[in-house]
């Protein structure tokens, strides 16, 4: 018997390619959509029996808070995740939030319809193989490289970052020079051993690589409150 299924996934295409094969199958969807926002609404009001929920970044803050809402709200819907090859965190963030399942986004259709069963029928719905592959990386975690902020913060001293915050808010070289009540010419050499150890060739460019890597959020608590004030 076909399974009452509502599809949501944040690539439209997907959404409705995938519909289109379940109902060629026998199943029943309800709704295929891609909402920027309400997917939780469409799928409390339609009232499916399993949700397959598709995200490509299961691992990001918040992305499950649509599903957390459907089992609050209509605990009898099950829901299924359809996302990328997993990480163990973000296997853990869907079932947290209340998930059944979760099927890979390149499994077959008989993947799917075997985890819509499942799902429908209160089991877990997850391949052996996927929860063998987070288990291994929770237990053999791969080194992480360095913080590239962190990195360049060491790099450079009180006195550069001070002056890197300055060049990061727009001021030149005379600013720099009244707000730290140094020398002109001291200030332009700080500019310079600032854009040599980061290894750019200009203040913009040093501006933003500090904005990319975060430096400049982990420079300002080290400032000394005058600076900081400025």
Same mark, same amino acid.
């Given at each position: 018997?076909?399974? $009452?299924?509502?599809?949501?996934?944040?690539?439209?295409?997907?959404?409705?390619?995938?519909? @289109?094969?379940?109902?060629?199958?026998?199943?029943?969807?309800?709704?295929?959509?891609?909402?920027?926002?309400?997917?939780?609404?469409?799928?409390?009001? $339609?009232?499916?029996?399993?949700?397959?929920?598709?995200?490509?970044?299961?691992?990001?803050?918040?992305?499950?808070?649509?599903?957390?809402?459907?089992?609050?709200?209509?605990?009898?819907?099950?829901?299924?995740?359809?996302?990328?090859?997993? @990480?163990?965190?973000?296997?853990?963030?869907?079932?947290?939030?209340?998930?059944?399942?979760?099927?890979?986004?390149?499994?077959?259709?008989?993947?799917?319809?075997?985890?819509?069963?499942?799902?429908?029928?209160?089991?877990?719905a997850?391949?052996?193989?996927?929860?063998?592959?987070?288990?291994?990386?929770?237990?053999?975690?791969?080194?992480?490289p360095?913080?590239?902020? @962190?990195?360049?913060?060491?790099?450079?001293t009180?006195?550069?970052v001070?002056?890197?915050?300055?060049?990061?808010?727009?001021?030149?070289?005379r600013?720099?020079a009244?707000?730290?009540?140094?020398?002109?010419?001291?200030?332009?050499?700080?500019?310079? $051993?600032?854009?040599?150890?980061?290894?750019?060739?200009?203040?913009?460019?040093?501006?933003?690589?500090?904005? $990319?890597?975060?430096?400049?959020?982990?420079?300002?608590?080290?400032?000394?409150?005058?600076?900081?004030?400025?």
């Amino acid at each position: 018997m076909g399974v $009452r299924v509502v599809v949501v996934d944040e690539h439209r295409l997907l959404a409705e390619a995938l519909a @289109s094969a379940l109902k060629l199958r026998g199943h029943r969807v309800l709704a295929a959509a891609a909402p920027a926002a309400g997917a939780a609404e469409l799928v409390i009001s $339609r009232a499916p029996e399993v949700c397959l929920f598709g995200t490509a970044t299961p691992a990001e803050p918040g992305v499950f808070e649509p599903v957390v809402r459907i089992k609050r709200e209509r605990p009898q819907i099950a829901v299924v995740v359809l996302g990328p090859v997993p @990480s163990p965190r973000g296997i853990a963030a869907a079932f947290a939030a209340g998930a059944s399942g979760y099927v890979r986004h390149d499994e077959r259709i008989e993947g799917v319809e075997r985890a819509l069963a499942k799902a429908r029928a209160g089991e877990v719905a997850i391949a052996p193989q996927l929860l063998q592959g987070a288990f291994a990386e929770l237990l053999n975690p791969a080194a992480q490289p360095d913080d590239e902020g @962190s990195r360049l913060l060491r790099l450079l001293t009180p006195r550069e970052v001070e002056v890197l915050v300055r060049v990061a808010e727009g001021e030149d070289t005379r600013l720099i020079a009244a707000g730290m009540e140094i020398a002109p010419s001291t200030a332009r050499t700080h500019v310079q $051993r600032v854009l040599m150890k980061l290894g750019v060739g200009s203040r913009l460019e040093a501006a933003a690589l500090a904005a $990319r890597t975060g430096l400049l959020d982990r420079a300002l608590p080290t400032l000394p409150a005058a600076a900081a004030r400025d």
